[in-house]
Each structure stands twice: as structure tokens, then as C-alpha cells.
């Protein structure tokens, strides 16, 4: 029976968690059974993007140096685009796998992908497929793109936690405006914040006040009237 290795890959941090590897893993396992082949190990590459090359993952750079020696030297993916979605860093892996004796699956097509070279027309469907894949991205990357750019010029932000006026309006408005009046009264910021923390106001990260926060907070809402003013 042959024992081959398993390489997933997901390239966003927020996927780590979701269904990627358990969709991966299942697809690459049900290829095998068909092939009569077992999976001794699965590498996980996780928050990698499939732009990166295959030496400068942690997991891909692993698995390559345990290839050989009684250890498998075929390794499955779920598709093509989870080894990269770049067409030049794909072209790059599979070089470097051939050079080293690995095989690369594709558990979607079932095609060996390294010693496919000898076959032209394999090589032109696996370059279109990798072009194809590539070009999705950028498109994906240009769409998100565009449409955090039409969220921050609606509502001025689009990503990232919210600012201190955003989580409480009510409470955030008396606090700043006590902020602005007592700096404007000639307190140094040490002293307002001081006397932020005797009272029972929370800073914007849910704890005790310091001068850097209550700095920011003066400093931006100053700026916010000016604009306002302009």
C-alpha cells in the first residue's frame, strides 16, 4: 500500500478556524481510497498565501525535507491552487519537487502534476488552470478592494476595531467633551487622565486610562472640528 503525505493550505488567518483544512483533508482522503493509498501525515500551512514560495513555508519547507528515505515521496493536494495561486511560484514548486523525485496529485483532477512536462498538452491545461486560479485572486482582491474603498468614503472607516466615539456615544461624548474642557483649562494630560481613573469610566480597551489614550482622543477630536469648521 502507498503512504503518501497530505498538504493543505489556507491563506487567511479568519480561515484557520472555519472548514478549509476539514474540506481539504476530506477531498485529499477520498482521492486516496480510491488509489488503495494512505495519507501517514497532513502538513498544514496556515495564513499562508498562495503567492508565497514553496521554500518560505514553514509546513511546505518540512514536508519537502521529509520526503525520501522510507518516507513517502508523492505528495496530494485538494487542487492545484492549494499548492499556489501564482502560475510562476506553482511552476517553481513543481520544478523543485521534480528535481528532489516528488510526485505532486491533484485530488479534483487526479493528474500528476510534476511529470506532466513530458506531455505538452497536460502542461498548457495545468498553466491555464494556474493562470486561471491566479486571476481569481487578483479579481477577488480588486473586488474587496473596492469595496472597503466604498465603506470608508460612506461612513469614513472600513476595517478595524472601532474607534472609543463608536462604542458608547452616549458616555464617549460626556467623556471626551470633559477631556477637551479640562485640557482646554490648561491640565496637562497626566493629570486629566489621573483623574479619569478616581472616577468609574472605562478606557476605550475596557481598563484603566493612560495619558497616550487620552492624547489620542484630544488630539482626534480636534482634528474632527477643524475639518468640520473648514
Given at each position: 500500500?502507498?503512504?503518501?503525505?497530505?498538504?493543505?493550505?489556507?491563506?487567511?488567518?479568519?480561515?484557520?478556524?472555519?472548514?478549509?483544512?476539514?474540506?481539504?483533508?476530506?477531498?485529499?482522503?477520498?482521492?486516496?481510497?480510491?488509489?488503495?493509498?494512505?495519507?501517514?501525515?497532513?502538513?498544514?500551512?496556515?495564513?499562508?498565501?498562495?503567492?508565497?514560495?514553496?521554500?518560505?513555508?514553514?509546513?511546505?519547507?518540512?514536508?519537502?525535507?521529509?520526503?525520501?528515505?522510507?518516507?513517502?515521496?508523492?505528495?496530494?493536494?485538494?487542487?492545484?491552487?492549494?499548492?499556489?495561486?501564482?502560475?510562476?511560484?506553482?511552476?517553481?514548486?513543481?520544478a523543485e519537487c521534480k528535481?528532489?523525485?516528488?510526485?505532486?496529485?491533484?485530488?479534483?483532477?487526479?493528474?500528476?502534476?510534476?511529470?506532466?512536462?513530458?506531455?505538452?498538452?497536460?502542461?498548457?491545461?495545468?498553466?491555464?488552470?494556474?493562470?486561471?486560479?491566479?486571476?481569481?485572486?487578483?479579481?477577488?482582491?480588486?473586488?474587496?478592494?473596492?469595496?472597503?474603498?466604498?465603506?470608508?468614503?460612506?461612513?469614513?472607516?472600513?476595517?478595524?476595531?472601532?474607534?472609543y466615539e463608536m462604542l458608547?456615544?452616549?458616555?464617549?461624548?460626556?467623556?471626551?467633551?470633559?477631556?477637551?474642557?479640562?485640557?482646554?483649562?490648561?491640565?496637562?494630560?497626566?493629570?486629566?487622565?489621573?483623574?479619569?481613573?478616581?472616577?468609574?469610566?472605562?478606557?476605550?480597551?475596557?481598563?484603566?486610562?493612560?495619558?497616550?489614550?487620552?492624547?489620542?482622543?484630544?488630539?482626534?477630536?480636534?482634528?474632527?472640528?477643524?475639518?468640520?469648521?473648514?
Amino acid at each position: 500500500m502507498k503512504e503518501v503525505f497530505g498538504y493543505l493550505r489556507v491563506s487567511g488567518k479568519s480561515q484557520v478556524d472555519g472548514d478549509g483544512f476539514a474540506r481539504q483533508e476530506n477531498a485529499i482522503l477520498d482521492f486516496c481510497a480510491t488509489r488503495g493509498w494512505t495519507v501517514i501525515r497532513f502538513f498544514k500551512e496556515e495564513a499562508v498565501s498562495g503567492t508565497v514560495e514553496g521554500l518560505d513555508r514553514p509546513a511546505f519547507s518540512e514536508m519537502l525535507g521529509l520526503c525520501g528515505d522510507q518516507l513517502p515521496t508523492t505528495i496530494v493536494v485538494e487542487r492545484a491552487d492549494r499548492l499556489a495561486r501564482d502560475l510562476i511560484v506553482g511552476e517553481l514548486i513543481l520544478a523543485e519537487c521534480k528535481k528532489l523525485g516528488v510526485e505532486v496529485f491533484s485530488a479534483d483532477t487526479g493528474e500528476e502534476m510534476v511529470n506532466a512536462n513530458s506531455d505538452p498538452t497536460k502542461v498548457l491545461i495545468r498553466q491555464i488552470l494556474g493562470a486561471m486560479a491566479q486571476w481569481e485572486k487578483s479579481a477577488l482582491v480588486k473586488k474587496m478592494r473596492g469595496a472597503r474603498d466604498r465603506i470608508r468614503a460612506r461612513t469614513g472607516r472600513c476595517e478595524g476595531a472601532k474607534p472609543y466615539e463608536m462604542l458608547n456615544p452616549s458616555e464617549s461624548a460626556i467623556v471626551i467633551t470633559w477631556i477637551v474642557a479640562a485640557r482646554q483649562a490648561g491640565n496637562s494630560f497626566h493629570e486629566i487622565t489621573k483623574q479619569l481613573n478616581l472616577g468609574d469610566t472605562k478606557s476605550p480597551n475596557g481598563g484603566r486610562w493612560n495619558s497616550s489614550t487620552v492624547h489620542a482622543l484630544y488630539t482626534r477630536h480636534m482634528k474632527n472640528q477643524t475639518e468640520r469648521n473648514d
